[in-house]
């Protein structure tokens, strides 16, 4: 009896503190990868369109002289906050050749587009240094804790800007995890935003799949 | 009884996080956590989330759409309340202190409900007030909003470990006064609990508004074993005693719990406060976050009677085979649940101001 209310109290207790998904930023995402004319790639573009909610709340208080529109002045401090906060969670990121993963910089150039009340993130991640596809290139945009929902815009995955004239994409749709792999994600303290490399990889097919073929 | 405070602990601690910071610097995630799509529920969880993200985005889609649909209150509310539902089955540090406090306390079921629902109302009125404030009367950036809600994070986690500190104090002494009591019978050992706690709770709740303390810090062994021996709720999932129906203190002595709980609003919450003030809907936002509280409150309260049935089953089945043994054992549990709401309240805590 006693282990049974023992267990029933973890039941309720667990239940409780078991963190599932919570998602209050909705983004409609629209990636590029940046090619250099000897076909290495140089660079990752987001170009992310928070929905309508998130946009107001981002936007609250921001046009400084009450104009009613949101110039790229008013806008430039949230852009670099967006930006700046984004690093600790590795930019929602993860580019591999083969199974490495590629180290990014943080971004220099970034912008926030505010139209028809949705607020739209443009940010370039330099790769660290330029590294050739390879015979297979995935990239993933993901929150694991799924604040974060992406979409990625139907026909606008994947741009390829400046590769070379042979190089494909395919995206491929979420699909789900096995059950040992969800409880070893599942026992990371939330307090470890970067995932160790091989769950974020088991964490990643729960993500859209961008490949690259060249 | 150390095992079990340590299976508790070890429990606890993967689960523990700091204040999470914002992906975006902007709304921080409620609850923080891990995805908890693993495990024999996770195809509810991920059902949950699924639900979760459905219910919010109808959500804003109905606020957005409000000026142009006649039902659009109805659908709202309805909305509102379905995603509170929802959203509350999902993460919380809120619910674990709540079920772990009821666990703890013992209280009744009613005092239960009635924390939950006032826990999940008074979350939805600093939502409003954070808005208020920030949005409507000093129309400061989501920047300093979302500043504001990790700073009342932070109040929230110092007063969780507030409960769990008074709750410990009362478990413990109640204990040395149990033993010291000549029938260690069940309902006056809880009593002996109850009464403590009550002679602190009124002092933190007189201290807290700025009131002369009441007889409790002198609150020792004697006056927690001596205290039982007067009106006491001892209901347990009996019929409520009338008595605590009519005390004014029913809901006052777990005004710590419902204020650790609720003073930290929802990321969300605070989210479709200012969607709808940007849509000139502010009565609508409101209207919504009330109706997210109320369903809220419900499935905190369902969660709660959970808790508060696991100990009255327990209390019964021990009381039955008057095992001096199985009593202690009970009372180590609330100690150990005390202790968690201690530990958990004291990481959190710690987590969120080293990561200032």
């Given amino acids: 009896m006693l282990n049974r209310f023992l267990i029933a109290s973890l039941a309720v207790i667990g239940s409780t503190l078991a963190a599932s998904a919570h998602p209050h930023v909705f983004v409609d995402a629209r990636e590029e990868i940046v090619f250099d004319p000897s076909g290495k790639m140089t660079a990752i573009r987001h170009v992310w369109q928070f929905d309508e909610a998130f946009t107001s709340f981002a936007v609250q208080g921001l046009d400084a002289n009450g104009d009613g529109k949101l110039s790229d002045e008013e806008l430039k401090p949230l852009a670099k906050v967006n930006v700046e906060s984004l690093k600790e969670y590795r930019y929602f990121t993860n580019l591999k050749v083969g199974n490495k993963h590629i180290p990014v910089n943080p971004p220099t150039e970034y912008w926030l587009d505010f139209h028809s009340g949705r607020l739209t993130l443009f940010y370039t991640l330099p790769l660290r240094t330029p590294v050739a596809p390879g015979p297979e290139t995935t990239l993933e945009v993901f929150d694991p804790e799924y604040f974060v929902a992406f979409n990625f815009v139907k026909g606008h995955q994947i741009t390829l800007d400046g590769a070379p004239a042979s190089c494909t994409t395919t995206v491929r749709a979420p699909h789900a995890l096995d059950d040992a792999t969800m409880a070893q994600i599942a026992a990371i303290p939330a307090d470890q935003p970067d995932l160790p490399a091989e769950l974020a990889d088991a964490a990643a097919s729960l993500a859209t799949l961008i490949s690259v073929r060249c | ?356």
């Fill in chain 2, 1 to 356: 009884m150390r095992r079990l405070a340590l299976a508790l602990a070890a429990f606890l601690v993967p689960a523990l996080a700091h204040a999470a910071p914002s992906p975006f610097g902007i709304a921080t995630p409620d609850g923080g956590g891990t995805v908890a799509w693993a495990g024999p529920l996770r195809g509810f969880f991920v059902w949950i989330a699924a639900e979760q993200s459905n219910f919010y985005r109808a959500l804003t889609a109905a606020l957005s759409a409000f000026a142009d649909n006649p039902h659009a209150a109805f659908i709202l509310i309805g909305l509102s309340l379905a995603y509170g539902v929802f959203h509350a089955v999902g993460p919380g540090h809120g619910k674990a202190v709540i079920a772990s406090y009821l666990l703890a306390t013992g209280d009744t079921l009613k005092r239960g409900i009635a924390i939950s629902f006032a826990s999940a109302f008074v979350q939805a009125l600093t939502a409003i007030v954070v808005v208020s404030v920030g949005a409507i009367l000093l129309n400061v950036t989501a920047v300093t909003m979302t500043r504001a809600t990790d700073a009342l994070e932070i109040a929230s986690f110092a007063l969780i470990a507030i409960c769990g500190v008074w709750l410990l104090w009362s478990k413990t002494f109640g204990r040395h006064g149990d033993e010291a009591a000549p029938v260690p019978h069940v309902h006056d050992a809880s009593c002996a609990i109850n009464h403590g706690r009550l002679g602190l709770s009124g002092t933190n709740l007189s201290g807290s508004l700025g009131g002369a303390p009441r007889l409790a810090f002198t609150a020792g062994p004697a006056v927690a074993a001596s205290s039982s021996s007067f009106a006491c709720d001892c209901g347990h999932g009996h019929a409520p005693d009338p008595r605590t129906l009519t005390a004014p203190l029913t809901l006052k002595s777990a005004w710590t719990a419902i204020l650790a709980v609720g003073i930290r609003p929802c990321s969300g919450a605070v989210i479709v406060l200012v969607f709808a003030l940007s849509q000139k809907l502010w009565w609508v936002g409101i209207l919504s976050v009330l109706a997210m509280a109320l369903g809220t409150g419900v499935t905190v309260a369902a969660l709660a009677a959970l808790a508060v049935k696991a100990k009255d089953i327990a209390l019964r089945v021990s009381n039955r085979g008057d095992s001096p043994v199985a009593l202690r054992v009970i009372r180590g549990l609330e100690i150990a649940a005390a202790a968690g709401i201690l530990l958990f309240g004291l990481a959190m805590l710690g987590g969120a101001l080293a990561g200032l």
